[in-house]
T-cell receptor, first 110, second 116 residues
Framework: DAKTTQPTSMDCAEGRAANLPCNHS???????VYWYRQIHSQGPQYIIH???NNETNEMASLIITEDRKSSTLILPHATLRDTAVYYC???????????FGAGTTVTVRA | GAVVSQHPSWVICKSGTSVKIECRSL??????MFWYRQFPKQSLMLMAT?????????EQGVEKDKFLINHASLTLSTLTVTSAHPEDSSFYIC????????????FGEGSRLTVL
């Protein structure tokens, strides 16, 4: 049973910000929100994670709503190399058995 | 950062033969590794948890006699697909838990198996 809901696909323009939504309305208090992406024919790549505060790293920003029922991954300046399937996953710290949903297929267009 | 490497990246074999895929943690020790399978246009499905020095734990519906997992050292786990058939053709991906305290998972590049 899916713990997260993401749009199936989205397009964005190169150089623009890409905002990827994720709903996790049944998230528990001890579950983190993780984002991974998978470029075609490669293994998943970790992007970012957070518990309740917004987070930013060199790849992206993660905005988590105050009620923690949804979040948004922001790629500030999308490039063609950001074309990938993006997975939003909720998990408890220390639980490494990831359950991947269908993710969002992001296509960055020139 | 931590790196997990898989070998081979791709392999083609005849039906009925066995194929071994290796997963190595290159700069850290991994007591636990995970094996996933991904069919075309589908998401990753967890197959099993590989534990160093003990038996692997398989997910429901995964045949342990068909997908043999050996985790003989702290840096190497192997997945052997025995008596492979065309329906076993898939993208196999491993992951490893990073250094103690980091809490992070690192994924290999994946191994594409094609069974003729």
């Amino acid at each position: 049973d899916a713990k997260t809901t993401q749009p199936t696909s989205m397009d964005c323009a190169e150089g623009r910000a890409a905002n990827l939504p994720c709903n996790h309305s049944t998230i528990s208090g001890n579950e983190y929100v993780y984002w991974y992406r998978q470029i075609h024919s490669q293994g998943p790549q970790y992007i970012i994670h957070g518990l309740k505060n917004n987070e930013t790293n060199e790849m992206a920003s993660l905005i988590i709503t105050e009620d923690r029922k949804s979040s948004t991954l922001i790629l500030p300046h999308a490039t063609l190399r950001d074309t990938a399937v993006y997975y939003c996953i909720v998990r408890v710290a220390g639980d490494y058995k990831l359950s991947f949903g269908a993710g969002t297929t992001v296509t960055v267009r020139a | 950062g931590a790196v997990v490497s898989q070998h081979p990246s791709w392999v083609i074999c005849k039906s009925g033969t066995s194929v071994k895929i290796e997963c190595r943690s290159l700069d850290f020790q991994a007591t636990t590794m995970f094996w996933y399978r991904q069919f075309p246009k589908q998401s990753l499905m967890l197959m099993a948890t590989s534990n160093e020095g003990s038996k692997a734990t398989y997910e429901q519906g995964v045949e342990k006699d068909k997908f043999l997992i050996n985790h003989a050292s702290l840096t190497l786990s192997t997945l052997t697909v025995t008596s492979a058939h065309p329906e076993d053709s898939s993208f196999y991906i491993c992951s490893a838990i990073g250094r103690v305290g980091t809490g992070e998972l690192f994924f290999g590049e994946g191994s594409r198996l094609t069974v003729l």
